[in-house]
C-alpha cells in the first residue's frame, strides 16, 4: 500500500489510512526495519510526502490521543506485515489488505414469524413496524396481511415474534409497534413481537443495541438478555451482552431502569441512575459510574478507547471490519485513551 502511496495510487480511504499510521508510528512504534513496509519508510521521497501530508491532514482525520492513534493504527501494520510474510506479490498484498479494511455499514436480515427472510436494503439505516413493515423513508418491505391468511389476521398471530439481525460489519435500527427506537451493533440480534397487545412490551437481544424506550406506565418494556432481565416505562439505555464474555453490561443514559437476574431474584436487582453501569457476572451485579459518551460512541459512528482493555478494542474493531485478530504472545495489557471513526 505504501507503493500505491508514493505513486499516487491509493483510494481516499487508503491514503487517509496510511497518512494516520505514519503519524503514529513516526511518533510512537518502532518496528524491525528488516520488514518491507518499514524499509519503504527510508524513502526519502515517500518519507517528504508524508510529512507533507501530515501537517495537512492530521486534525480532521483521527481525534484521538497519539497512543490512541498507535494502538489502532497498528492493527493495520500488524495486518500488513502478517500478509508480506505469506505472500510476495505486491498485488495480492495490496488487494487482501483493501480487502480486510472495508468498514461496515447498513447491513440486516429480517426474519418473520412464518420463516420469510428479507435482506435489508444497504442504502437505509432503519425498518419501521405496523401493518406494513417499511423503510423509515415510507418504502415498503413487506405487508404482515400478504403473508398471513385472512382469517388469521388476529392479535394472537400479530404477536408472532420478528427477528432482525446483523451480521459482523453491519448495523441496523428498528422502530417498534410502539414507537421505541432499537439501533443493533454488529453482530447483533434482536426477537420482538410484530405488536404489543399484552401487558408487558418484551423484547429479547443478543449483542449490543441502544434502547430509547417510548414511555408507557402501563406496558413496562422488558428487554432479555443473557442472565438478566431489564425493566423500563421510559428511557434511553445501551446493553452489550456478546457470546464470548463472561459479563453483561448496561449503561444507563436518561432515566431509570431496574435490572435483575434471569431467575427473578429481587435480591439480586440493582437499580440504575443516569451515567451508572452494571456489570452482571457470575448471577452477581456491580454497578459503577462511567462515562456515557465512551459507552454509546458507536451509535455516533465512532470507536471509543478510553477505559477499556486493548482485547475489548479490539474484538470492537474486528466486528465492525470483520477482522480475525491473532495475538502472539499473549494480550498487550495497555490501556488506551481517545475515538476514531468507524469509517
Not at 8 to 28: D, H, I, K, M
Not at 36 to 52: F, M, S, T
Not at 63 to 68: E, P, Q, T
Amino acid at each position: 500500500m505504501l507503493k500505491k502511496y508514493k505513486a499516487g495510487q491509493c483510494t481516499p480511504e487508503e491514503t487517509r489510512l496510511v497518512e494516520s499510521w505514519y503519524n503514529a508510528f513516526s511518533a510512537t512504534v518502532e518496528a524491525p526495519s528488516s520488514t518491507p513496509d518499514i524499509q519503504l519508510l527510508h524513502d526519502e521521497g515517500l518519507r517528504k510526502i508524508l510529512d507533507a501530508d501530515r501537517r495537512k491532514y492530521r486534525a480532521p482525520f483521527y481525534r484521538v490521543a497519539m497512543l490512541a492513534s498507535a494502538a489502532a493504527l497498528l492493527l493495520f501494520l500488524g495486518v500488513s506485515l502478517y500478509f508480506y510474510r505469506d505472500n510476495d506479490r505486491d498485488e495480492i498484498k495490496d488487494e487482501r489488505i483493501a480487502e480486510v479494511f472495508i468498514p461496515g455499514g447498513n447491513k440486516a436480515t429480517l426474519t418473520l414469524a412464518n420463516g420469510e427472510q428479507y435482506e435489508l436494503a444497504g442504502q437505509k439505516n432503519g425498518i419501521r413496524m405496523g401493518d406494513d413493515i417499511v423503510y423509515e423513508d415510507g418504502s415498503t418491505v413487506t405487508s404482515l396481511e400478504s403473508i398471513m391468511p385472512a382469517e388469521g389476521l388476529n392479535a394472537s398471530l400479530r404477536e408472532e415474534l420478528i427477528t432482525l439481525s446483523t451480521p459482523v460489519g453491519g448495523t441496523y435500527h428498528v422502530v417498534l409497534a410502539d414507537g421505541s427506537r432499537v439501533r443493533l451493533n454488529a453482530g447483533s440480534k434482536l426477537i420482538y413481537p410484530s405488536k404489543f397487545v399484552a401487558g408487558e412490551r418484551k423484547v429479547q437481544l443478543e449483542g449490543e443495541a441502544y434502547f430509547q424506550v417510548t414511555s408507557d406506565k402501563q406496558k413496562p418494556f422488558i428487554v432479555v438478555s443473557e442472565g438478566q432481565e431489564i425493566q423500563v416505562l421510559g428511557t434511553e439505555f445501551n446493553i452489550s451482552t456478546y457470546s464470548g464474555y463472561e459479563e453483561v453490561q448496561t449503561t444507563l443514559v436518561e432515566g431509570s431502569v431496574k435490572v435483575r437476574t434471569s431467575l427473578g431474584d429481587e435480591s439480586a436487582s440493582v437499580v440504575l441512575q443516569p451515567g451508572e453501569q452494571s456489570t452482571l457476572r457470575a448471577g452477581k451485579f456491580d454497578v459503577r459510574q462511567v462515562d456515557v459518551s465512551n459507552v454509546v460512541a458507536w451509535t455516533e459512528g465512532k470507536f471509543s478507547f478510553s477505559g477499556k482493555e486493548f482485547k475489548q478494542i479490539m474484538d470492537e474493531v474486528s466486528r465492525w471490519y470483520d477482522l480475525q485478530v491473532i495475538y502472539q504472545g499473549g494480550v498487550p495489557k495497555d490501556r488506551l485513551v481517545g475515538d476514531a471513526y468507524r469509517h
